[in-house]
């Protein structure tokens, strides 16, 4: 039966041939007007989308409707997320559910709907597709709880031109390597702390090598950095003794994290049943309300001391917050709003690299003594680098694409479609969710051959006509509304990995285990990664 389906849609479906980057797309077409479904074509659709389906098409037909989409049953589903905690195991379930229901695929979560696109090409036509300002899917219990408080949205949970306005100031200062280099001192400066703390922290190790629990070092080193650059002062996360104020801010953190998994609750709980279950989104609150609460502290000190700056008559420079204070583009409501928000986005998602990449380099080590004497070759042994120096260094960079194809922060991406599109042959009205399958394209072995395999060497470009570039991996997503932060994780991470490896070869323990990825909102190490830290001289 399922041969004959896949015959009678191979028929009806042509499959476009698959073109790479640039080709092989189904064209983006325009709704046709009463276009009609196939006669049969429910039944024929079964086998639609099953790996081996043809990909796209329905063309000379006519696109098929949502309702011959495939997919896994509303209540399985339910069973899926919250009885068998399948929020913390989003990624392998989009692996499952496309090996099941084909690269695009159909599922119901609570009130919402959303239909899946796990394949290279069809993600690269939605976002190619995009307008001047796409929206992102899932952000209504965010843009609520701004509403109730009174608060503005950063540029996460921003639309329309309230989104346009703030990317567009944000843009000029941060999207481009060249415009976050400048930050290199102050990240330098973290990151000698990072290494003095590594030192102590081995000191203190029996085997005065092995440091146990990376994590939560990388954690308090990304929190520095991106905070360093964001308010333009330092919190002491990687001191002996952590200030009672920051301590009390990593603690908010703390709680900002397990807010993605009880904001993903809180968004799939309808709000006539928040009565009968109040938890959700009482704690997405309280969260909220301490991150805005922490930002506003810190944005309000920088502005009492520019204030005094001003009031001395001094000419008045700085970073990100003193320009977007100068240049009044943005109110004081958006300047928290995106400080609580960028320090939301930049502290979790750098650690958990920045965590991966340190245990992929212990597991691997003659990737890792590559990726040394490239450094020692290029930029010697103790030159602390610069953004500019990065270049010089492309296995650095290689093993952060390559730790990101295989740990990718976000597992899938969403957004909301503007327009009636046509994907995979399937009509996708205006409004409907979508979500983008980062994690079960990274792991094709058609996008990336041997896809299980830690290979930083895949993404080295073979002179300048040779561009590796891959819609199968698109960690910091794509287009007008990829991360803002990109260039900052970058920088954090680059630096970070070329000084690590210049102090010390980094091994596995006897506590190092075979660590598995886990989803809480993003993906992170499932277990704490103990590595030892060998001092190279
Ligand atoms: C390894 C680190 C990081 C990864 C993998 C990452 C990934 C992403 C992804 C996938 C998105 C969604 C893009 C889309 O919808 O197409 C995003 C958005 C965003 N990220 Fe990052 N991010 C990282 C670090 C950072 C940092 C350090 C910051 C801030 C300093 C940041 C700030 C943001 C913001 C503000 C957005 C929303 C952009 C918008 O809607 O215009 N991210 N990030």
């Known amino acids: 039966m399922a041969l004959l389906a896949r015959i009678l849609q191979a028929r009806l479906s042509p499959a476009p041939e698959r073109g790479g980057l640039?080709?092989?797309?189904?064209?983006?077409?325009?709704?046709?007007?009463?276009?009609?479904?196939?006669?049969?074509?429910?039944?024929?659709?079964?086998?639609?989308?099953?790996?081996?389906?043809?990909?796209?098409?329905?063309?000379?037909?006519?696109?098929?409707?949502?309702?011959?989409?495939?997919?896994?049953?509303t209540l399985a589903n339910l069973v899926e997320f919250f009885w068998k905690d399948g929020f913390s195991r989003i990624h392998e379930i989009q692996q499952k559910h496309t090996r099941e229901y084909g690269r695009i695929f159909k599922s119901h979560f609570g009130p919402q709907f959303?239909?899946?696109?796990?394949?290279?090409?069809?993600?690269?036509?939605?976002?190619?597709a995009e307008g001047a300002a796409p929206q992102r899917a899932n952000?209504?219990?965010?843009?609520?709880?701004?509403?109730?408080?009174?608060?503005s949205t950063g540029l996460i949970s921003a639309e329309g031109d309230q989104w346009l306005k703030m990317r567009s100031v944000l843009r000029q200062r941060i999207l481009k390597p060249k415009d976050v280099a400048p930050f290199s001192g102050e990240i330098n400066q973290v990151i000698a702390d990072l290494i003095k703390r590594i030192y102590f922290l081995k000191n203190q190790a029996e085997d005065g090598e092995t440091v146990t629990n990376i994590n939560d070092l990388f954690f308090k080193y990304s929190m520095e950095g991106v905070a360093t650059i964001l308010y333009e002062s330092r919190l002491g996360c990687l001191e002996s003794s952590i200030p009672q104020p920051t301590e009390d801010y990593i603690q908010a953190l703390g709680l900002m994290f397990s807010m993605f998994r009880t904001s993903m609750y809180a968004g799939a709980i309808p709000r006539w049943l928040r009565p009968l279950v109040p938890k959700p989104w009482r704690e997405f609150c309280r969260s909220w309300d301490g991150l805005f609460k922490f930002s506003q502290i810190h944005v309000d000190n920088k502005l009492k001391a520019i204030q005094c700056q001003m009031d001395r008559g001094e000419r008045v420079r700085g970073g990100l917050l003193t320009c977007l204070f100068l240049s009044q583009e943005l109110t004081l409501e958006e300047i928290y709003a995106n400080m609580t928000e960028m320090l939301l986005a930049g502290v979790d998602t750098t650690s958990f690299t920045l965590s991966w990449a340190v245990y992929l380099l212990a597991r691997h080590p003659e990737v890792q003594q590559a990726v040394y004497r490239q450094i020692v070759k290029n930029l010697g042994e103790r030159h602390v680098p610069t953004g500019a120096d990065v270049s010089k260094v492309p296995l650095v960079?290689?093993?952060?694409?390559?730790?990101?194809?295989?740990?990718?922060?976000?597992?899938?991406?969403?957004?909301?479609?503007?327009?009636?599109l046509v994907v995979g042959g399937y009509l996708i009205p205006r409004g409907t969710q979508l979500a983008l399958c980062h994690y079960a394209t990274s792991y094709e072995d058609e996008n990336f051959p041997r896809a299980k395999e830690f290979r930083p060497?895949?993404?080295?470009?073979?002179?300048?006509?040779?561009?590796?570039?891959?819609?199968?991996?698109?960690?910091?997503?794509?287009?007008?509304?990829?991360?803002?932060?990109?260039?900052?994780?970058?920088?954090?991470?680059?630096?970070?990995?070329?000084?690590?490896?210049?102090?010390?070869?980094?091994?596995?323990?006897?506590?190092?285990?075979?660590?598995?990825?886990?989803?809480?909102?993003?993906?992170?190490?499932?277990?704490?990664?103990?590595?030892?830290?060998?001092?190279?001289?």
Request: aromatic share 6%.
């Open 457 to 537: 060497e895949r993404w080295l470009r073979e002179g300048h006509l040779h561009r590796v570039d891959n819609f199968g991996s698109i960690p910091f997503g794509y287009g007008v509304r990829s991360c803002i932060g990109r260039r900052i994780a970058e920088l954090e991470i680059h630096l970070a990995v070329i000084q690590l490896l210049q102090h010390f070869e980094i091994r596995t323990s006897p506590w190092t285990k075979t660590v598995h990825a886990k989803t809480h909102g993003l993906l992170m190490p499932g277990e704490p990664i103990h590595v030892r830290f060998v001092n190279r001289k």
């Open 139 to 151: 952000m209504g219990s965010w843009k609520e709880y701004r509403d109730l408080r009174g608060r």
């Open 22 to 73: 640039r080709g092989g797309c189904t064209p983006l077409l325009p709704r046709r007007e009463g276009a009609r479904l196939p006669a049969g074509a429910r039944a024929e659709d079964k086998g639609a989308g099953r790996p081996g389906a043809p990909r796209a098409g329905g063309r000379a037909q006519g696109p098929r409707s949502l309702a011959a989409m495939p997919g896994p049953r």
């Open 397 to 420: 960079r290689a093993l952060l694409k390559e730790t990101l194809r295989l740990f990718p922060v976000l597992p899938g991406n969403g957004r909301v479609t503007q327009e009636d």
């Open 114 to 128: 959303v239909v899946s696109v796990a394949d290279r090409d069809l993600v690269a036509q939605v976002l190619r």
